[in-house]
Each structure stands twice: as structure tokens, then as C-alpha cells.
């Protein structure tokens, strides 16, 4: 074997098993190992087997062994034929036939492994960790069949008795990409995270795939690693261009850590794989967040014109709108937020389709109302907003009934979201609402009257201009003959002759009379 071949490989396990943290003795048996009983692996082949050696390890003769070959192809042909349609009856006849060919050979580690991944994909976890676990007591050196019942194990939440078996598959097979992402998982479920990262990164480096370097990110991005969280999010999406989920977790990294221009322009990628009301929302608070505030306002809606019953997206509209000077907007604005907070506490349904708020928007309710009665303060409303605001109440004293309530909103990480002594009337706000849209249509029916008043106007100014021009063009053309012989004669003659009248004097007069006798 050549001596690059060996020092090449001697590096490969080395950088492979780094993140399992094995000692360099265990290292260097386990790169022995590497080199001399798996040298196929270098060639990206496996290592031929004789049918007789085959049928032997398996306790069957030669013609069993051609039979479970071929049910082996078949069920690679239906195998495939569901990878392409998907098609639940395609599984099931895999399923029996991969049974057929483990009834022929039921000493196989890799005919029971196959049946218990066909189970695995079926969604049959139970049938699917009892052929794994006969497969690994048959085979306890098969990477595949430690790896499945790693895989089903933690699939069925036992992430603990799962791991050593993933790890084991690691030991045996290292180039297994999706065996590092999986193990990777496992790390993140226990909240070993920097163990973590170095399995996704591994599984990144074999697989090369967006979703393995996404995940390496997201992991470094919880450990407040944020310049190496970049480089990853950054890689996930030259990976997969096309990957919308990157692209809206690199933004949204990207503006924790306050770079507002490369967030937006990481959400407009994202918005152009998906024109959804979300993705506008988050193109608008980067715009926001740099004060562009017309943009933002812009964004906003047309992500409303999207999701109209999305709280937060109308909230900062409204907000939006106040910045860049529409008053109106910002009113109208608020008070849909308004209503949909109000539609969803009261009924849970808001124009006919389910609307669910959140614990957070839950939260920011009374915020909502505090920027209606802003946006019509603002729009010399004072009375309407008078009445809002009285919707927001104090919570009762500790003796008065109904005190021994919990009060406030929790977020999922139990933290107060709003102040905890702001409580909502709802029946007030319900009062006070129809009032605010009867004041939005009055106003909306002077703008419109105010419009018309100015067409007309501008209209009747315009006619008005025009039919004295064409008065005027008119006169010009008929009388214009006539005026210049008028003009001419009292230029050049007058009552002396010959040079008289109120001209006549002139060098320039007399030379005109002169061309007009000729």
C-alpha cells in the first residue's frame, strides 16, 4: 500500500472519531482496523463475497441462497418503485417480500436488518426494534444493523439505551454520514451541545448537505458561538441555495446579532423562495430596524395583504405608518390588530377562519391597545382615545375576589412578557372598538368627499383654461387678416401722407408700408 494511501486514512479515522474523544491508542486500532479489514472502503467498494462462504454463514444451501438473492432483487425493485410514488401498498409488498426471503434465511443479520428497516419506513416501530435487536445478537459487528436499532430506540424516546448503539455503528462504519447526524441529534436531546455540534459537522463533511450544516449552526448559534453559527449558516446555504428554512434561520441569527443589512438581505432570499405574509413581516422589521421606515411600511403590507389576521405583522404596520407620518394608517392599523385580539379571546375565529394567538401575542395585547389610543391621540381623537385606554385596568387588591389568581403572561421560558399590573376589560374594548370604526368611516367619507371636491375643481379649471385657448385660437384665425392691415396702415400712413400717423416716422414702418403697396 502506498505510504500516502496509509497516512491519508491514518488522518481520515483520526479526524472522524475526534469528536467521540477516544484515546490515541483506541484511535490507532481503530485506523489499523480501517487500513487492513475494510481497505475496500478506500475504493468505495464493499468486499466480494463467495455464494458457498454466504450460504454457510447462513445455514442454507445454494438454491435457498439464489431464492433470497432473488426476493432480494425484487424487493429492491419495489423498494424503489415507493421511493418514486410513495405508494403504501409498494411498502407493504416489500415488506412481504423481505419476510419471505428471512423465512428462507433466518441466521441473515442483513436479511433481518432490511426487514426492519422496511418496518422503520412503514412507521411500525415495535416490529421494526425487534428485528434490529436480532440482527445486531446475530451480526453484533454489522454497522447497518446497530445503526437501525440506534435509530428506532430513539425514535421511540429511548435516547439513553439508543446512543451506545449509534456509537458502536460509528466505531464500525465512520464514513457514515447520516449515522454522525443522527448521533448528533442525541447529543442535542441530552443538551451536550459542543459534542453536538462536532457530530454535525462530521456528518456536514461526508454528506454535504444543507441540513447538517444547519444544524451545526443552529447548535453553535445556542452555545452563543455566533461567528463560527455564520460560517455555518453560511455553508448551509451554499449547500442548497434553495433551502427557505436556511435562509430564515441565517437572518434571524444574523439580527440577534445586529447586522440589520445582511438580515434583510438573508430575508429577501427567503422571500423570494416564498412569497408568504412571514417572510414580508421579517423583511419589514429589518427595514424597521435601519429606520427605513416607508419600506418597512411598504412590507408590511403586503405581508397584511397575505395574513391580515396576523397580530404582530398589523401591530408594527401601525407602528410602521406612525413613523413614516400616515396617520390614518397607523390607526387603522391598530385597531385591526385590535380586533383580531379581540376576535380571538372572545370567539376564536376571526373572518370565518381559526385564529389562535400565541403566549407571546397573548402578551402584547395590552401593548396593542396602548397604540390605538396613541394613533388616535395623535389624530386629535382625544375623546375615542380616552375610551380605549380605559379598557386597561389595574389588577384587583390581594383581598378582593378573584385576587388569588395568577396574573400576567408567561412565555415558554416562564418570563413575564408584559407588566404583570395591566389587565384587560374586554368588555369595555368591545364598546369602545365600534366607535373607533364608526370615526375611521366618517373620516374615510371626508377624504373621499374632500377627493371629489378637488377633481371637480380641477376639472372645471381645466375646461375653463382650455375653452379660452381654443376662444382665442378661434378669434386669432378669423380676425388675424384684418388686424394686420389695421395695424400696418396706422404704422405707415396717417393724415399727412407719406410718412405721417403715430409711426410713421419710424425707418422700420415706413419700409412695411413700403412691401405692402408693392
Known sequence: MPQRVRERALRS????????TFTRA????????????????????????????????????????????????????????????????????????????VELAPKSAEMRASLGNLYYYQGDDARAVVHARQAVQLNPNSPSSQKLLGRVLVQLGRSEEGLPHLQ??????????????????????????????????????????SLSWLSAAHTLHKLKERRGAYKLYHAAVRADPGNHDAWTDFAFALSEGQFHAWAEWASRKALALRGTGDNYFSVGNHLLSQRKYSDARQMYLEGAALTPSNPGLMHNLGFACHLSGDLSGAVVASLRTCMIYLGATDTGSTHGSETILTPDEEGKAPMYIAQLGHALRRAAELHLAVTVMESLRMPPSPGAPGSDRVGGVLSPGNKIIINDNI??????????????????????????????????????????????ILIYILMTIRHGSRGETAGLRECGT???????????????AREVEKGRRS
Request: aromatic content about 10%; charged content about 20%; hydrophobic content about 40%.
Open 26 to 101: 483506541r484511535l490507532q486500532m481503530l485506523a489499523a482496523m480501517f487500513l487492513f479489514d475494510n481497505l475496500a472502503f478506500l475504493d468505495g467498494q464493499t468486499p466480494p463475497r463467495l455464494p458457498a462462504e454466504m450460504a454457510e454463514r447462513w445455514g442454507v444451501s445454494l438454491e435457498t441462497l439464489a431464492r433470497v438473492e432473488e426476493l432480494g432483487r425484487q424487493v429492491d425493485a419495489v423498494y424503489q418503485e415507493w421511493v418514486r410514488s410513495r405508494e403504501r401498498g409498494a411498502l407493504e409488498q416489500a415488506v412481504k417480500l423481505q419476510t419471505a426471503a
Open 168 to 209: 458502536k455503528a460509528l466505531s464500525l462504519a465512520p464514513q457514515d454520514g447520516e449515522c454522525w447526524y443522527k448521533t448528533g441529534t442525541v447529543f442535542y436531546e441530552q443538551g451536550l451541545y459542543k459534542q453536538a455540534v462536532s457530530c454535525f459537522r462530521a456528518a456536514g463533511a461526508l454528506r454535504k448537505d
Open 423 to 468: 389587565r384587560i376589560h374586554r368588555p369595555t374594548l368591545a364598546a369602545a372598538l365600534p366607535r373607533v370604526q364608526v370615526c375611521v368611516r366618517t373620516y374615510y367619507k371626508y377624504i373621499l368627499c374632500g377627493v371629489c371636491v378637488c377633481v371637480c375643481v380641477c376639472v372645471c379649471v381645466c375646461v375653463y383654461i382650455h375653452t379660452y
Open 494 to 508: 396717417g393724415a399727412g401722407g407719406g410718412g405721417g400717423g403715430r409711426w410713421g416716422g419710424l425707418p422700420w
Open 13 to 20: 479515522v483520526a479526524t472522524s472519531y475526534a469528536p467521540l
